[in-house]
Every structure is written in structure tokens, then in C-alpha cells.
């Protein structure tokens, strides 16, 4: 999302305005004196002059006549196909006429028929982050991206299953189904999901075939329903798990005081709107009681908005770009840092925490305060996505999609797709850590010259 992506950009609808109709006016001649008398052969001459014309008049008026009547029919079997690509779409139409007129295994469902030939271009793009969802799933995603839905909580993506962790779909043996983090205190928690787990099957079917967010969307449905979920570990036999959904409110900024309060620790798990706008007041109260050392960490959130991302990165930043969008034509347009950021003094030391599933706008606030030199970053290399989506609701009812409209860069215009932020301080976390140890915590305590913290005072 930049959506679980990760990533997501705005929601917007596109409207077409009509083209101006190309209209030539029939001018009426003007009058003109008539002519002499001329001899009886000159005058047979010119009426049979005349009638050549008026055949060859009539003749041209039934030709246009005719393309006019073959452009109208093909208008109207090819409806919303330019007239430029009507060689190209040929065969889709032809393929939809026979479907429809000539299929005879059952009743052909128009609808479905055209919404899966809608998915089926998308799927074509070979794009993870660019997909076609029905009309429910559509607004079930909307709603996980704007911070409150109906399901069992957890963050749940495609990785490939040759261990790279790239982002794929549709899932199936090379992409996997993977939980990247239970929401603490949600029913997948409670449940006993965990992170790494890998998901076979919902409700006792194969997800193989789905894309992510189909899948992502059989997992969610209404507060006090059942799912039952297929999962395997590490070295151990599948195992169901039964989790009873119920209305998550996602808690996307989490605050803390760390070292005997030296530092302001703020935890940032997703960027709706709400997010950007409880940072800024999280931001602004530590800096106000005097704390002059902010740990921000970024670690697991897949993103959302890039204009929350935009504002939270704002607060530290008080000028210049904060990322560069690029369209498809390889125009760049900047996204200027907003005014009255409640961090910008450069006497407040700043440290933000990364790892492998820091993604899209947890990126544009990480690669904004590494160009401006406005942070240090301590971790992992992140995730790598460098992509913007739009969601684009379609009419009918036939649901929508989200589609890759844009490269982000960062202000240094560095494109990091598929490659990542490097961390300024590089932490490795061994498999066997404790608990209660977090060393890529301990690390940015470290490079802000305070104290260590345990866990515990994370969850005091």
C-alpha cells in the first residue's frame, strides 16, 4: 500500500471531457447575375456538364452515406473504442461477441464477463502493486487504508517463496501468502498468528490464483464472523487457525518516553490522514516539554498516503522538496515540505528506525530526512517500493482499481525501487534475539547519546 500498499495515493475518479465535434458549415452561394443566352449545342454542352456533376455529386454523397452508415455500425458493436484503436481491439470484441451471443455452457453474466476482462489487463501489466478488486473488496480496502475496518488484524502480503521477500501476485508456488505483523492486542494476535507465518488456505480453499488483495479481502468480513485460516511455519505441519473477527481500529502513532525522559520515542504503524495529523500533535507536545532527542520508528509499516507521508515528514524539514513525482511521460513535479513543522530546528537530534518491510511512504519519510541530512538511519535496508497507485472507482457498480501512476523519487531524486534505503548505522537482528531486547533500538539510543531501553518500557 503505498497500499498495504503499500502504497496507496489518494483516492480520485477521472472524468473525460467530450471532444469539441468537428462541424463544417454549409455556406450558401451568393447570388450572382445569370447568364447570357448561348446557342442551342452550347447549352445541351453544359446541362450534360452539369449532370456528370450532379452523378458524380451523388455518388460521392452515397459513398459518405455508406462509411458513415459502416463507422456507425462499428461505433456501435466496438462502444467506447477510439477510432485509432479499432484495428487493435478487434479481437477482444470479437472474443466478447461470441462469449456473449454464441456461449452455450449457461447464461453468460455480462458483468462478471467484463469485470474480468477489466482484472485481466491489469494482471497483464506484471505489476504487484497495480490490481482490479470488485465493488465489495474495493471498499473494503479503502476502508483498511483509512485506519477502521471489520477483520482479524494483521498486515498480510505477497513475498516470493525463493526468499528475496519481493513483493508478487498473483499467489501461487513462486508467491506466497505471508503475515508481515499481527496488530498487537487484534484477534490474530490473540488467535496466535505470528509474523512469517505463511497462509495456504481461507476457509478450507487454496488462495493459489488470488491476487493478494482478493485474498486479503476473504480474510476480512463482518465483526463476529469466523475465518479459518491455513497456515504453515518454519518447520512445522500446517495448522488451522480459527480467529473470530471484530471492528479493528488501527492505533498508527505510538508514543513513549524513553531514558528518563531524554528521548521521544514515536512509533508510526500506518499513514492514514489521522496519522499524520496525531504525529504533528505527538511531535509538537515532546518538543514543547523540552525533549530535544526523537527516535521515529518506521519498522514494519507498509505505508498509505503520500500526503500524510508528505506532512509527517514536514514536521522535521522546512523547505524544499520532501519527494519528486514522476509520470508517465517523465515529467517531475516536486512536493514541497508544508510550513510550521514542529521539529525543524536542527538542534533536535533525530533517529529513524528501518527494516526490510519499511515500504513506500515509510520510504519517502526515511529517504527525505536521509537527503536532507535532517536524520540517521538505523536498521535494515527497506523494502524498496518507489511506485505511486491511484484508486480509481469505476461506474456501474463493477468495483475499481488501483493502478501504478507515478515514480516517487527522493529530494536528492534518488529512485529506490527494488533496491531500497540503505540505513546510515547498519544493525543486524540475530534470530535467537530475547524478547525483551531490541537492538536496533538500543543502537539509535545509542548514536543519540542517551541510554539504552528494554522492551518493557516500550509497552509501559
Known sequence: MLNADPAASDTAGHTTEPEAALVTPTASPAAEPGPA???????????????????????A?????????????????????PGSEQQAFVPFWDAYRAITEQYAGGAVDRKAVIQG??????????????????????????????????GVG??????????????????????????????EGAPADKAGLKAADIVTEIDGVSVNGSTVDEAVAKVRGPKGTTVVLTITRK????????????????????????????????????FSDNAANDFARVLADDVRSGQRKIVVDLRGNLGGFVTAARKIASQFIG?????????????????????????????????????????SASEIVAGALQDTRRATLVGQTSYGKGTIQEWQP???????????????????????????????????????????????????????????????????
Open 37 to 59: 443566352a448561348a446557342p442551342r449545342g452550347a447549352r445541351a454542352r453544359v446541362s450534360g456538364v452539369q449532370l456528370a456533376i450532379a452523378v458524380v455529386g451523388l455518388m
Open 61 to 81: 454523397g452515397g459513398a459518405l452515406f455508406l462509411s458513415g452508415y459502416s463507422l456507425g455500425r462499428q461505433a456501435e458493436t466496438t462502444p467506447g473504442t
Open 117 to 150: 476482462a477489466i482484472g485481466g489487463m491489469i494482471q497483464a501489466l506484471g505489476d504487484p502493486f497495480s490490481s482490479y478488486l470488485t465493488s465489495e473488496d474495493y471498499k473494503k480496502s479503502l476502508q483498511g487504508i483509512a485506519g477502521q475496518f471489520e
Open 154 to 183: 494483521a498486515q498480510i502480503g505477497g513475498r516470493k517463496s525463493d526468499g528475496s521477500g519481493a513483493a508478487c501476485s498473483p499467489l501461487g508456488p513462486e508467491c506466497q501468502m505471508v503475515i508481515l505483523a499481527p496488530t
Open 235 to 270: 518447520g512445522a505441519a500446517p495448522v488451522q487457525i480459527s480467529i473470530v473477527r471484530d471492528v479493528i481500529t488501527q492505533q498508527e502513532v505510538i508514543s513513549r518516553s524513553l531514558a528518563g525522559g531524554q528521548v521521544g520515542y514515536i512509533r508510526i504503524t500506518g
Open 319 to 359: 523547505s524544499g522538496p520532501i519527494y519528486w513525482q514522476e509520470d508517465s511521460k517523465g515529467n517531475q513535479v516536486a512536493s514541497m515540505a508544508e510550513t510550521n513543522g514542529a521539529a525543524t530546528d536542527a538542534g533536535i537530534g533525530v533517529v529513524v528506525l528501518i527494516d526490510k518491510n519499511s515500504a
Open 394 to 460: 469505476l461506474p456501474n457498480d463493477t468495483g475499481g482499481f488501483r493502478l501504478t501512476i507515478a515514480k516517487w523519487l527522493t529530494p536528492d531524486k534518488h529512485w529506490i525501487h527494488r533496491t531500497g534505503l540503505t540505513p546510515d548505522v547498519a544493525v543486524e537482528v540475530p534470530q535467537s534475539t530475547a524478547p525483551d531486547q531490541d537492538p536496533v533500538l538500543d543502537k539509535a539510543l545509542e548514536v543519540l547519546g542517551a541510554p539504552s531501553a528494554t522492551v518493557a518500557q516500550l509497552a509501559a
